[in-house]
């Protein structure tokens, strides 16, 4: 699942983030209420972690904006305030769910949990390249009908190239997409797995094509 994070406690949206992510979840980090709403306006991720109290534009403004314009997806408020009134101005304002800070981790990622199972399945489009096909909905690659094993964070990626249809896709955007916006991470580890996935998909005539400086196209025996 893809998370925007925001909080403008820098430790604490890492601490976040890196649990987050230890539980395969793809992580946006955002510390500033109005660079989260230009952000949330065009971003597709599945869940928001926002904190009330944020620079530029508070928790609860923001949370109203999205929910003006339509955005369902659910969000967990963090908040330090641990009056009554305060929750429910938050639970008002469109919140599923909130936690009073401090807070466990283990408790934040079973609100994540419980939200995830809310939410409604996705119409199941199988994305297709020469024999493998990808369900995102499941989160699985086939190659036929038999489900390949293939470790999470190569499958994001070759989630965001399969998505291409043969596109470049730059090596930040392989990056984002595979540990979110904002992740302290060196594009050098996509090196790594782009190696590691080409190798994988060698054998059902599937190549990663690489345009020196430009990025990444996931390309079919004959293509390219």
């Given amino acids: 699942m893809r998370i925007t994070v925001v909080e403008d406690n820098i430790g604490l949206a890492k601490g976040i983030a890196y649990r987050l992510q230890d539980a395969g979840h793809a992580v946006d980090l955002l510390h500033d209420g109005a660079e989260a709403d230009a ?3 065009g971003d597709g991720s599945d869940l928001v972690i926002l904190d009330i109290n944020l620079p530029g534009l508070d928790g609860l403004a923001l949370l109203r904006t999205l929910r003006q314009r339509g955005d369902l997806r659910p969000v967990i408020l963090l908040t330090a305030r641990a009056e009554t009134e ?7 304002a469109g919140a599923d769910d909130y936690l009073i800070k401090p807070f466990e981790m283990a408790e934040l990622e079973a609100r994540v949990r419980a939200l995830s199972r809310r939410r ?6 199988m994305l ?7 369900d995102p909905a499941a989160r699985q690659v086939f190659a036929g ?27 930040s955007a392989l990056l984002d997409h595979v540990y979110g916006v ?4 060196e594009e050098t580890v996509i090196e790594v797995y782009v190696s590691r996935l080409r190798a994988r998909l060698k054998s059902y005539g ?15 025996e004959g293509e390219g």
């Avoid at 305060?86 to 008002?92: A, E, K, N, Y």
């Fill in 86 to 92: 305060d929750r429910v101005r938050g639970l008002d």
């Fill in 120 to 125: 409604p399945a996705p119409e199941r489009q």
């Fill in 206 to 220: 599937i190549t990663i094509k690489a345009q020196r400086g430009l990025g990444y196209q996931l390309l079919s």
């Fill in 145 to 171: 009908d038999a489900p390949l094993d293939i470790p999470r964070r190569e499958l994001s990626m070759l989630e965001r190239l399969i998505s291409a249809d043969g596109r470049l896709v730059s090596k």
């Fill in 128 to 134: 297709s390249l020469g024999p493998l096909r990808f």
């Fill in 182 to 185: 904002g992740a302290d991470v």
């Fill in 39 to 41: 952000f949330l306006n």
